[in-house]
């Protein structure tokens, strides 16, 4: 939508070819507009426009010639009142000068439904040229007294007759608008990058560069993050997000990491740091650009947890969230260093809870290394592993470990299928409240132990060709002597099919559900002998060393 550039009277106030009528309405001038109307009135009916007038003659030898008047809107002591635009007498050939009509308005601006044409001129506003009146020799017609000044723009005032006094001056905010315009004018055209003030208010202010375009600069539409939005989430997390790059005599990975306390403890994957831990290097980048060299506090494979430290102080430590409280479709916003880039922010939704997942990690040997994960949408790529996955607070829920590929049931960070595959919407997260187990014992004792039944174990009724997926069960297959399972009653060929009120489908479930669980607590285990159902308490005990 183009903005009609406004009419300017011959005192600087700004007009226009529109005025209300009475109900506030803007009319429209031009052939078909029957009346000009004051803002605050009725309609003057046309046997009441304004008189006009001109004087009846040349003027006497070295008088003035009263056809140009000294001041516009005064009278010129024959007692007729001049308003409207300058002009000029007509010339010989009968035809108006319009040069100076043309400069205060002319067709298209100064003449009511004026049909000339604009062009452009150096400040960026229309100009016309080859003024004609619309209605003929004068805007309403021929007068007795010949042409008459064309009207800049509607009038805005009583109707004048000869002798009567000039109406007195418009408010003073229409001075103001004009003097505005005016600026906006002058200082547009200083240079690109250079504005010009021509709004103001509450709202703040707009600025118009050289090339015309405009620009606000008001802050009153821009708020703070609110709360439970992805973008406060980031940015109460990301100061506690880092970038780890682990180095080796034969490659170098890339990770990330979160802060857990104010003293450099970090808290990130296992895999991310196994290169540096056979013999290599570690060094840790914060989110304002610091590097420092880290040193490794203690890993668990089993959990693919680790902790590293470096040596800063004062840092924005992540706060931890209770990630059994999490709900399926909860929003989550994961933050790390996918394929390098530092500090990228994502979003989805909690997809499931209690999603038995392997870690994926070919140097750990553990057959028990599978994860009580977070399933969640949120993209997660190659260089994500070890960063945060938050809840809309901001609070840790969860250490991005693993993503699904094609072609598998899921990987880790580590495998080379992953890193070929990237994200398809389906990736794995380790649960808060274990990690935060974990790390604390990680940052005391620099090992992490964990709970175990006691059974070896395999997934009763499972497919063939998916020996780890769903089945209806975990079917014992032995079980450790004296361990929990043989002194809760349990045997060989027994299914289980619960652990408390959790459904077990497959043997990595059976793991993951004892994971899940603290050392030392009794829990209920539901299996099935000879076809009918049974139940037994358990109380989980230390896993002793392999």
């Keep these: 939508m183009s903005t009609r550039p406004p009419f300017t009277s011959p005192d600087g106030r700004p007009s226009d070819s529109r005025a209300p009528d009475a109900g506030g309405n803007d009319r429209q001038s031009g052939p078909d507009a029957p009346v000009w109307a004051a803002p605050d009135a009725e309609p003057y009916p046309p046997t009441h426009r304004p008189a006009v007038q001109a004087p009846a003659g040349p003027a006497a030898p070295g008088a003035a ?19 409207g635009t300058p002009w000029s ?25 004026g049909s000339g044409s604009g062009a452009a001129s150096n400040s960026g506003l229309a100009s016309s040229s080859g003024p004609t009146p619309p209605f003929g020799s004068t805007p309403f017609g021929s007068t007795p007294f010949g042409p008459t000044p064309p009207p800049s723009g509607p009038y805005y005032g009583p109707p004048q007759t ?51 375009l405009q620009r606000g600069t008001s802050t009153a539409g821009t708020s703070p993050a609110a709360s439970g ?57 914060t989110q304002d650009g610091k590097d420092f060299t880290a040193k490794i506090v203690g890993t668990d494979p089993t959990s693919d947890l680790a902790v590293v430290k470096i040596d800063a102080t004062g840092l924005k430590a992540a706060t931890f969230g209770d990630s059994d409280a999490l709900s ?46 977070i399933q969640t949408d949120a993209p997660i790529n190659p260089g994500n592993s070890g960063g945060p996955l938050v809840n809309s607070k901001g609070e840790l829920i969860g250490i991005n470990s693993a993503i699904a590929t094609v072609g598998s049931s899921s990987g880790g960070f580590g495998s080379q ?4 595959a990237g994200n398809i919407g389906v990736g794995f997260a380790i649960p808060s409240n274990y990690a935060q187990s ?37 079917t014992i297959q032995n079980l450790v002597g004296n361990g929990p399972a043989q002194q809760a009653g349990l045997q060989d060929g027994d299914v289980i099919t619960k652990l408390g009120d959790r459904r077990i489908t497959s043997v990595d479930g059976l793991i993951a559900a004892v994971r899940s669980q603290p050392i030392g607590s009794k829990v209920t285990i539901t299996y099935t002998r000879g076809g009918q159902p049974h139940t037994a308490e358990v109380i989980l005990t230390q896993q002793p060393p392999s």
């Design 65 to 83: 010639d009263p056809r140009t008047p000294p001041e516009w809107g005064s009278a010129d002591g024959s007692g007729r009142t001049w308003w």
């Design 89 to 113: 007498a007509p010339s010989a050939s009968g035809s108006d000068d319009t040069t100076t009509a043309a400069a205060s308005g002319g067709a298209g601006s100064g003449y009511p439904g």
């Design 162 to 212: 000869v002798g009567q006094p000039a109406p007195p001056p418009p408010p003073r905010r229409r001075r103001l608008a004009a003097a505005a315009i005016a600026l906006a004018l002058v200082c547009a055209g200083v240079g690109g990058g250079v504005g010009a003030l021509v709004a103001g208010g509450n709202d703040g202010t707009t600025v118009v560069s050289s090339a015309g």
């Design 229 to 285: 939005t992805v973008s406060a989430a980031a940015q109460t997390i990301l100061p506690s997000v880092v970038t780890i790059a682990a180095t080796s005599r034969n490659q170098a990975s890339t990770g990330s990491g979160v802060i857990i306390r104010q003293d450099g403890y970090i808290l990130t994957n296992n895999h991310v740091v196994t290169d540096a831990a056979q013999g290599g290097s570690l060094k840790v980048t």
């Design 328 to 373: 399926v479709g909860e929003l989550v916003v994961a933050v790390g260093s996918p394929l390098g880039l530092s500090g990228t922010v994502t979003s989805g939704i909690v997809s499931a809870m209690h999603r038995p997942v392997r870690t994926g990690d070919t140097n750990v040997q553990d057959s028990n290394a599978v994860l009580d994960a």
């Design 417 to 420: 299928q992953e890193q070929q």
């Design 438 to 474: 974990i790390a604390g014992e990680l940052i005391s004792k620099g090992a992490a132990v964990h709970p175990y039944l006691g059974v070896n174990a395999s997934t009763a009724g499972a497919s063939q060709t998916d020996p780890n997926g769903d089945g209806s069960g975990a």
